[in-house]
């Protein structure tokens, strides 16, 4: 979450006003998802589109300053600092068999079962293909970088 603006807060670097529209949209996405209904779903399940609206709106600064070099150097850090965008993911999409990392929740071992990569990191082509495959942590449902 992107911090509270105060009094104290540095005003945005140049290029801050380009973006921000879409960053809005990203937030207010958020907040609907806050308010809607969760009734029925497992608590992880509730979490999803969390999960993938932060990593929507990452991968949005991650491809404005690095593939399509839109903005500053210092925009691009003082996003980060600001949270509006996961430093450490974007870490990993910089890393050779990371580039479609869904999030640090599925490489992390103690997290999953048998202190393994979640099953979302496995290769589709070494899965039955008649079995879907879907993360418990994110509701990913296949980000190995080899697919």
């Not at 104290?8 to 990203?26: M, N, Q, S, V, W």
């Not at 850090?77 to 869904?102: F, H, M, S, T």
């Not at 071992?109 to 099953?119: D, G, S, W, Y």
């Amino acid at each position: 979450m992107p911090r509270i603006k105060t009094l104290r807060t540095k005003k945005p670097p140049a290029g801050f006003a380009e973006i921000e529209d879409t960053l809005l949209d990203f937030a207010n996405r958020l907040r609907d998802i806050e308010t809607t209904s969760h009734e029925g779903k497992r608590k992880n399940e509730s979490l999803w589109p969390v999960f993938q609206i932060t990593h929507q709106r990452s991968r949005y600064i991650y491809d404005l300053y690095y593939t399509r070099e839109a903005i500053s150097s210092e925009l691009y850090q003082w996003l980060l600092k600001q949270g509006y965008a996961d430093g450490n993911l974007i870490a990993k999409w910089k890393k050779q068999g990371y580039e479609k990392l869904c999030c640090l929740k599925c490489i992390q071992a103690k997290e999953n079962t048998f202190n393994a990569t979640c099953i979302c990191r496995v290769p589709k082509s070494k899965l039955d293909k008649d079995k879907i495959v879907e993360c418990v942590t994110c509701g990913c449902r296949g980000c190995a970088s080899s697919d």
